[in-house]
């Protein structure tokens, strides 16, 4: 990409498009186009055809996404199916109708098998069965990821996919009930030492092992791969690390001051058992994770405390 190359964000007030954005002005690139929702409904195909055929953009980072936690995933399962389809289907077609130079289409680490081995590698997509708790969402992102390879190795678009592990960061989700795990945790605790909590019950058994990126680092990882990487294959983007849920849920409480009591309702589901990408692609293409766990922690819990959106119930 040139640095007055015309770039689409799309998705850019979440968590991961504000984070591009933040990379690709912090590096220089000065034409970055974006779209609010209420502006452009990428799920109405007119718009967003009538957008591409306007706009042309050069350079498309598809970040935007229906996106949610266990218990959002499991209660909304055509929702998550036919919102992500229609959404990515609909850009991805457009950007190759109007010549675009590259894509990035930004998929999840649950496309992967529920039992796949691990650390999880790239090959092992449609190894064997999904989680059932977001099968309907890594359906969605299979279906993108594929589309792209399909496009590639039918029309030769330079369209690329990377799937990165759990986010978290700037601009996360912090709803009570449709935030992933992380900052559900941050909010949790947050609220139980100010509420003077003697306790606070979790989900699950705190055994499951999951892995997490920052998602500043995540950004950076997209637009150097934007400018060193084409192929079929995806690239997943992560720490190479993993933490189990207690683990983390401990790390949470430590960062945000609370000292009561963890208890886990073992009736509430854990979803994956393990979750690890392997992510020795990524670094053999030269880049790696800068962020450690505990660092970041204290970083979203400083974005936390700094966002409206703590205050919704």
């Known amino acids: 990409m040139e640095k007055n190359s015309k770039i689409f964000v799309a998705g850019h007030r979440g968590m991961v498009g504000s984070a591009i954005v933040r990379q690709l002005e912090k590096e220089g690139y000065t034409n970055i186009i974006t779209r609010t929702h209420q502006k452009l409904d990428l799920c109405r195909q007119d718009a967003v055809e009538k957008f591409f055929a306007e ?52 998929g999840s680490s649950c496309i ?25 969402y890594a359906l969605a992102k299979i279906s993108g990821l594929k589309y792209c390879e399909y496009l590639n190795r039918q029309y030769h678009t330079d369209f690329i996919s990377v799937m990165p592990t759990n986010l978290y960061g700037p601009n ?19 609220e139980a030492k100010e509420n003077g909590l003697t306790e606070v019950t979790c989900w699950g058994t705190g055994t ?44 949470v409480a ?44 204290a970083l979203a819990y400083d974005d936390f405390l700094h966002s409206e959106i703590r205050v919704e119930r």
């Open 55 to 106: 706009e042309k953009p050069e350079y498309v980072f598809l970040g935007a996404a229906k996106v949610g936690g266990i218990m959002a995933n499991a209660s909304a399962l055509a929702d998550f199916m036919y919102d992500n389809m229609i959404l990515e289907m609909n850009v991805i077609h457009e950007a190759w109708k109007n010549d675009c130079k590259k894509l990035m289409f930004l």
């Open 112 to 136: 992967y098998p529920r039992m796949a081995e691990q650390p999880m590698k790239e090959s092992c997509l449609l190894t064997s069965a999904l989680e059932p708790t977001n099968e309907a």
């Open 172 to 190: 996360d989700n912090y709803h009570p009930e449709h935030s992933h795990v992380l900052p559900a945790l941050i909010r949790r605790f947050h």
């Open 208 to 251: 499951p092992l999951r892995e997490f990126l920052y998602v500043d680092d995540l950004a950076e990882a997209c637009v150097y791969l934007m400018n060193h990487y084409s192929g079929n294959e995806t690239v997943n983007l992560g720490s190479g690390k993993e933490v189990s849920i207690k683990e983390l849920t401990e790390l």
């Open 254 to 297: 430590k960062v945000v001051g609370y000292e009561g009591t963890i208890k886990w309702d073992t009736t509430k589901p854990d979803g994956t058992p393990r979750k690890l990408l392997d992510v020795s692609k990524l670094e053999g293409l030269g880049w790696k994770y800068h962020t450690e766990l505990e660092e970041g922690i």
